[in-house]
């Protein structure tokens, strides 16, 4: 019964976007020193989660009704770093790239501080603590 809250689901895709965002800002940054490489990232969680989530109203009955789309397809674009390209073809800026790390944290954050809220919400709905 409550494992379809959308909130759940929301503020769990919001938390695993920003994983995957960070994960790929960790790949920039282990890759400033290669020739040719060019600076990727992913698309906002909004973008993401609107985009995945259009048909919020189906309900699949049993498993295998539905397609699964609980993973959801991230948008990867290459970026170009606040210097341009460097000589040898790289368009990773470290400094745009930590900067980026910063603010995936606080959506990490946010998620976490989303889900706990919901939960106090749901345990005071159900007379617990």
């Known amino acids: 019964m409550f494992e379809k809250l959308e909130v759940f689901q929301m503020a769990g895709a919001m938390a695993k976007h920003a994983a995957a965002r960070q994960a790929l800002i960790a790949e920039n940054i282990a890759q400033a020193d290669t020739p040719g490489y060019k600076a ?3 698309a906002s ?4 989660y609107r985009s995945s989530n259009e048909s919020l109203a189906m309900r699949a009955t049993r498993s295998g009704h ?3 789309s609980a ?3 991230y948008r990867i674009t290459e970026t ?3 210097g341009g390209q460097s000589p040898n073809g790289n368009s990773v800026s470290l400094e745009t790239e930590m900067m980026k790390s ?3 944290r606080q959506e990490h954050d946010m998620a976490l501080a989303i889900y706990k809220s919901a939960l106090g919400v749901l345990r005071s709905s159900l007379g617990r603590r």
């Open 40 to 42: 990727r990232d992913i």
């Open 102 to 104: 910063a603010v995936v």
């Open 71 to 73: 993973l959801p397809q």
């Open 45 to 48: 969680f909004a973008d993401t």
């Open 80 to 82: 170009a770093g606040a």
């Open 66 to 68: 539905l397609a699964d």
